[in-house]
Nanobody, 117 residues
């Protein structure tokens, strides 16, 4: 079994910054944090940033230039640095992970990010 735990969320003022972490534990052999998603109430879950083939990174247009995704595979941990936060960034943020050679997705429980003055 694989467990993903997101952390780093909280309440921040517009223009502020947060760094989210996603730590994988359990059966972490060949685990890769693939991306970050977010979901606001009444809205679909959307990709915020993710790793594609060859390590290419895709960002949602709404976060380009503000968010940076990274991962440390030796620590089975992913990160999302969020700068210049806007109220519309308010959502529950989830990390997604996969194992090499498998198509199953693993999800954490999410961490709440609230951007408000």
């Amino acid at each position: 079994q694989v467990q993903l735990v997101e952390s780093g969320g909280g309440l921040v003022q517009p223009g502020g910054s947060l760094r989210l972490s996603c730590a994988a534990s359990g059966s972490i052999r060949s685990i890769y944090v693939m991306g970050w998603y977010r979901q606001a109430p009444g809205k679909q879950r959307e990709l915020v940033a993710g790793f594609s083939s060859g390590g290419r990174i895709n960002y949602a247009d709404s976060v380009k230039g503000r968010f940076t995704i990274s991962r440390d595979n030796t620590k089975s941990t992913g990160y999302l640095q969020m700068n210049s936060l806007k109220p519309e960034d308010t959502a529950v943020y989830y990390c997604n992970a996969r194992k090499l050679g498998r198509e199953d997705d693993y999800w954490g429980q999410g961490t709440q990010v609230t951007v408000s003055s």
